[in-house]
């Protein structure tokens, strides 16, 4: 019986370090990838790095019941993306820091106020588009690899970017023309 | 504030602008920091499964020794009726008092007793009183009163017995109680104290 347990609990040991390897190895090959994704929802670099990690431990505590391992960079992806919508709905500090943020862009005008409105403009995009966008955005990111991380087809994902680029060009235009919007 | 853009917002443009605002990289303890909470949750997700295995396992063991002393220890029939077998106290004292013992009582015990091929219904046992006349008290009573009945069996022997035992234990009539005469007692006799005066000389 004692034989027994020891085996067991020797097994599960073998079986959580064999886990812990491989989740080494995601976590990577994927931690920049989870970071951009928070960053992109949040812009703010403390704030995607606490998603970012909290999504990486989320994805620990499942990982044992993930069966196809090499899925995990679109679980991943999602998990993020959705820990990252939550935050930035529920902080509320986020206001005073668009508030620093927008005293800091009036006291350097020029390229920041550029990428300000880009994000103002990704951020006004419904939620399927600014994720595909976002995510092509991503630099080494092919369609493909876009269609795999939101589990699309293709078809859908060029689709999906064709109308996003569309909207964000006519926004940043509007932008460029009229500053008042 | 206009700005001035040498060329149209191509595909291209806006794609090379998009990736540059996503250009941005974690800290450089970002990862281990990760490693780090990575291996707490580990060590505590490890020692939560330990607990919870041990608690299943404690709490499945409860459970069946639980189940195991409720099915021993369950008042069945067939077992009260062996408990109640083992308690003749309505049979001592009816065979105690010696009182003459109608019929009627010791059949309404027979029809009582139980059986072990009929059990009691259930109801009447919650209903009802035991009766405490076990099987072989119950056939030495009837056997006694059948004695009685042939004659065999002295009864008013049997009740004289019993007077004489009452009479023993209770407590004598007045009329017969004898007082000793009280002139063998020696009359008390009081001798007169010394003279206060000399018992105070005597003492100075």
């Known amino acids: 019986m004692v034989e027994y347990a020891d085996g067991l609990s020797g097994a599960l040991l073998n079986d959580d370090a064999d886990l812990a390897g491989e989740f080494e190895a995601r976590l990577a090959e994927s931690s920049t990838l989870a970071f951009r994704v928070a960053f992109s929802v949040l812009r703010h670099r403390e704030d995607a790095e606490d998603v970012a990690q909290e999504a990486f431990a989320k994805a620990y505590r499942h990982f044992h019941q993930l069966r196809d391992r090499d ?86 994902v060029k689709s999906r970017l064709f109308a996003a680029r569309r909207r964000l060009k006519e926004r940043l235009t509007c932008s460029t023309i009229d500053p008042i919007r | 504030m206009q700005h001035d853009r040498p060329h149209p917002l191509t595909d291209a443009a806006l794609h090379q602008e998009i990736e540059a605002a996503l250009a941005v990289y974690p800290s450089a303890e970002f990862v281990a920091r990760v490693r780090m909470r990575v291996a707490s949750q580990r060590s505590v997700g490890w020692m939560i499964w330990r607990t919870t295995a041990f608690g299943w396992t404690a709490a499945a063991a409860g459970a069946v020794v639980a189940m195991l002393a409720v099915a021993l220890l369950w008042p069945t029939d ?22 003459p013992v109608s019929v009627p009582l010791v059949a309404h015990a027979t029809t009582l007793e139980p ?53 023993d234990v209770a407590s004598p009539r007045p009329e017969a109680i004898v007082v000793a005469p009280l002139s063998n007692v020696l009359p008390l006799v009081v001798e007169p104290l010394p003279a206060v005066a000399a018992l105070q000389g005597a003492v100075q």
């Open chain 2, 115 to 167: 059986t072990l091929d009929t059990p009691w219904p259930r109801a009447r046992a919650a209903s009802e009183p035991p009766v405490l006349i076990a099987a072989d008290e119950a056939a030495a009573l009837r056997k006694f009163l059948q004695g009685v009945r042939e004659r065999r069996v002295d009864a008013a022997l049997l009740a004289s017995l019993h007077e004489d035992d009452v009479a």
């Open chain 1, 71 to 156: 899925r995990f960079r679109a679980w991943l992806v999602r998990m993020t993306w959705r820990l990252a919508i939550d935050r930035q709905r529920s902080n509320r500090r986020r206001v005073a820091r668009e508030s620093a943020d927008a005293d800091r862009s009036a006291a350097q005008p020029g390229d920041h106020d550029r990428v300000s409105e880009l994000w103002h403009a990704i951020d006004a995009l419904p939620e399927k588009l600014r994720a595909v966008v976002v995510l092509a955005g991503i630099e080494g990111h092919d369609l493909n690899e876009v269609a795999r991380l939101l589990d699309l087809p293709v078809g859908t």
């Open chain 2, 78 to 99: 067939r077992r009260r009726a062996g408990v109640e077998r083992d308690v003749p106290l309505l049979a001592i004292r009816l065979v105690a008092s010696a009182q």
